[in-house]
């Protein structure tokens, strides 16, 4: 998951978003970097939206499934269900690569090329079109919202009956809860985050499939302004769903919280210290 998302910061923030405008005879004029760049920039989003979809999925199974819990919730099954969603979402995406290839670099011909056009190409691209847009965002975004209230519901449905269980006026803490509890700030942390950044995107999507608003000419098109925010946001969920899983972690908490009492220990540090400290340490060496 974190090499997913730093490839959305290399390949869609750094070359398709910084890069590519201000570079435009290296990307543009060439139909092979051209079709690259098209690919890589919609393959690599799909790739980590999918795989938040994957950990929502095996968190429900951790949680509501225990049955299916040893088998799937493996070291050998993640590594296959990653290696998966990587290959498919890397090969579903091919077609974008002949999608703008010659939209920079010849477009008298590209307007030729595409009067010659079957009607059954234009139709075999309106429905990969559709396909891609079913499959991210449509389906992720109700995916990992099923998911949720199903994990949710489930917790607190057990919670309730294991403190019926449990002697009145007990004072000490149920481990088990504690430990769905934690489990269940995760996944509202991870998925919470997907499911609000990518809010505006799936708005913008209904809005445009039920009033026909595809295009846009400038920005000054209010819908131009929207656009540019939600691929802003969806963008950031791509970049920072890495740090959310890992601050939800008590033991990289805890390691941060060493790296920062270490900084602050050697700034602290007078020189006189720092020398006696290196020859104790040199005379512990001989």
């Not at 449990?166 to 499911?195: H, Y």
């Not at 809010?199 to 499939?209: A, H, N, V, Y």
């Not at 972690?249 to 060493?258: C, F, H, N, T, Y």
Request: include cysteine; aromatic fraction near 12%.
């Amino acid at each position: 998951m974190v090499t997913s998302d730093l490839l959305v910061l290399i390949f869609l923030v750094l070359i398709n978003y910084i890069l590519a405008p201000r570079l435009p005879q290296a990307f543009y004029m060439n139909s092979f970097i051209s079709g690259l760049n098209s690919l890589m920039s919609i393959a690599v989003t799909d790739c980590s939206v999918w795989l938040t979809v994957s950990f929502t999925f095996d968190r429900f199974v951790a949680i509501c499934c225990q049955s299916f819990k040893r088998r799937f919730c493996a070291p050998k099954s993640s590594a296959l269900v990653v290696g998966a969603i990587y290959l498919v979402t890397y090969l579903r995406n091919i077609p974008n690569f002949f999608t703008n290839v010659h939209y920079y670099d010849h477009e008298e011909m590209e307007r030729e090329s595409r009067d010659a056009l079957s009607t059954d190409l234009i139709h075999a691209w309106r429905v990969f079109d559709w396909v891609k847009l079913i499959l991210n965002p449509l389906v992720p975004y109700v995916a990992v919202m099923l998911l949720n209230l199903l994990t949710v519901r489930h917790v607190l449905a057990a919670s309730r009956v294991r403190r019926g269980f449990r002697v009145d006026g007990q004072s000490t803490e149920d481990p088990e809860l504690q430990n769905r509890r934690k489990a269940l700030i995760l996944l509202i942390a991870a998925s919470g985050s997907f499911i609000l950044l990518w809010m505006p995107t799936i708005g913008l999507f209904l809005f445009s499939r039920i009033t026909a608003t595809y295009r846009f000419h400038d920005f000054k098109d209010p819908v131009a302004v929207i656009h540019e925010i939600a691929d802003m946001l969806s963008t950031l969920n791509c970049s920072t769903s890495t740090c959310v899983y890992a601050l939800t972690q008590s033991k990289l908490r805890a390691e941060l919280r060493g790296l920062v009492r270490y900084g602050k220990d050697r700034i602290t540090e007078t020189p006189a210290t720092r020398v006696n400290s290196t020859n104790g340490a040199n005379t512990t060496f001989h």
